[in-house]
């Protein structure tokens, strides 16, 4: 296996086909794998709103180094179904985390490196932090990504609030029935406000909008957007894992953090607010001319860190 990676990009058209499905916990989970099912795992884990469509890039560049890629739909979004009506359709933390741990379950995969950004950055922190046996290393974006909820209510500098309004109107229930009636529009104004030096066309937009009909996803995206904020219960059979998360824990395994220097939501910063959760991080790097979906933006710098913290763990 090398550490290069090639740096063509694919077509606005191009979809990550065919999907796999697998039954893993709550959920039927629908996933694109790539690479030799013999190779290293890594687990891509997309954010809101966006899907598996951001690693369009970096999922062929790590299979053809000989890594085998699974990037799944999280809940709510996508082909990716509860298995149980009954199931509360819940987006707090400790679930997306919990599925990435019962993917790999279904799987049958022993370790694999975590990498993500926004919700699926909290993901594999998560799964880093909390199972660091299953993980080779991580890569995530905006440094340390586990939430303080006993925290949450504290005030941000308010040029910091200003990007965030997204999350306020979605405490309210005209929120809701906002999400509900403009699902893409509402993301196409996000992607534009966190990526502002990323020329996205129409066709790379619906193509991965088309996964925001998944019909539990307005209530995954309240759910989860009011958790964090301690307005809501969770989920109680995610209780342990959320009390776990509430102290939290450092990561311990290799690490890289990335920063979009042009990430319109979540700044860039130089990662030393952050340093002291990770005992093994390599580096935080700031990435040129990149936002908040930065796989999708700048592939060859994330493909790149996923190799470097798989020859670190490697190394010992």
């Given at each position: 296996?090398?550490?290069?990676?090639s740096?063509?990009r694919?077509?606005?058209?191009?979809r990550?086909?065919?999907l796999r499905?697998?039954?893993?916990?709550?959920?039927n989970i629908?996933?694109?794998e790539?690479?030799?099912?013999?190779?290293?795992a890594?687990?891509?884990m997309h954010g809101?709103p966006y899907?598996i469509?951001?690693y369009?890039d970096?999922?062929p560049?790590?299979a053809?180094?000989?890594?085998?890629?699974?990037?799944?739909?999280l809940r709510?979004y996508g082909?990716?179904?509860?298995?149980?009506k009954?199931?509360?359709?819940s987006?707090?933390?400790?679930?997306?985390?919990?599925d990435?741990m019962?993917?790999?379950?279904?799987l049958g995969i022993a370790?694999a490196?975590?990498?993500?950004?926004?919700?699926?950055?909290?993901?594999?922190?998560?799964?880093?932090?909390?199972?660091?046996?299953?993980?080779i290393g991580?890569?995530?974006t905006?440094?340390y990504m586990i939430?303080d909820i006993?925290?949450?209510?504290?005030?941000?500098?308010?040029?910091r609030?200003v990007p965030?309004?997204y999350?306020?109107?979605?405490q309210l229930?005209r929120g809701r029935?906002?999400?509900?009636?403009?699902?893409r529009?509402?993301a196409?104004?996000l992607w534009?406000q966190?990526?502002?030096?990323?020329a996205f066309?129409?066709?790379?937009f619906?193509r991965?909008?088309?996964?925001?009909?998944?019909p539990?996803?307005?209530?995954v995206?309240?759910?989860s957007?009011r958790?964090r904020?301690?307005v809501?219960?969770?989920?109680?059979?995610?209780?342990?894992?959320?009390r776990?998360l509430?102290t939290?824990?450092?990561i311990?395994?290799p690490?890289?953090?990335l920063d979009?220097?042009?990430d319109?939501v979540?700044?860039?910063t130089d990662g030393?607010?952050?340093?002291?959760?990770?005992t093994?991080?390599l580096?935080?790097?700031l990435?040129?001319?990149?936002?908040?979906?930065?796989?999708?933006?700048?592939?060859?710098?994330?493909a790149?860190?996923?190799l470097?913290?798989?020859k670190?763990?490697?190394?010992?």
């Amino acid at each position: 296996m090398t550490d290069t990676v090639s740096s063509q990009r694919a077509p606005s058209t191009k979809r990550l086909e065919p999907l796999r499905h697998v039954d893993a916990g709550v959920l039927n989970i629908a996933y694109y794998e790539a690479g030799p099912s013999d190779g290293p795992a890594v687990l891509l884990m997309h954010g809101f709103p966006y899907d598996i469509h951001s690693y369009v890039d970096v999922a062929p560049m790590l299979a053809a180094q000989g890594c085998r890629v699974i990037v799944p739909y999280l809940r709510g979004y996508g082909p990716t179904a509860f298995r149980d009506k009954a199931t509360p359709r819940s987006g707090e933390q400790a679930a997306v985390g919990a599925d990435m741990m019962a993917l790999m379950d279904a799987l049958g995969i022993a370790r694999a490196v975590f990498a993500g950004y926004d919700w699926g950055g909290r993901a594999a922190s998560i799964g880093a932090a909390l199972w660091p046996e299953r993980c080779i290393g991580l890569v995530c974006t905006n440094g340390y990504m586990i939430q303080d909820i006993a925290h949450a209510m504290v005030p941000a500098p308010p040029d910091r609030e200003v990007p965030l309004w997204y999350q306020y109107y979605f405490q309210l229930e005209r929120g809701r029935a906002g999400l509900a009636a403009n699902r893409r529009g509402i993301a196409k104004i996000l992607w534009s406000q966190w990526s502002p030096s990323w020329a996205f066309d129409d066709a790379c937009f619906e193509r991965t909008a088309v996964a925001f009909d998944n019909p539990d996803y307005v209530d995954v995206v309240i759910h989860s957007y009011r958790h964090r904020y301690g307005v809501v219960d969770g989920d109680p059979q995610y209780a342990d894992l959320q009390r776990r998360l509430d102290t939290l824990p450092v990561i311990r395994v290799p690490a890289i953090s990335l920063d979009g220097a042009d990430d319109g939501v979540t700044f860039a910063t130089d990662g030393s607010r952050t340093a002291a959760k990770y005992t093994r991080r390599l580096a935080h790097r700031l990435i040129p001319h990149a936002g908040h979906n930065l796989p999708q933006e700048a592939p060859e710098a994330f493909a790149a860190a996923v190799l470097e913290v798989m020859k670190a763990s490697a190394a010992g």
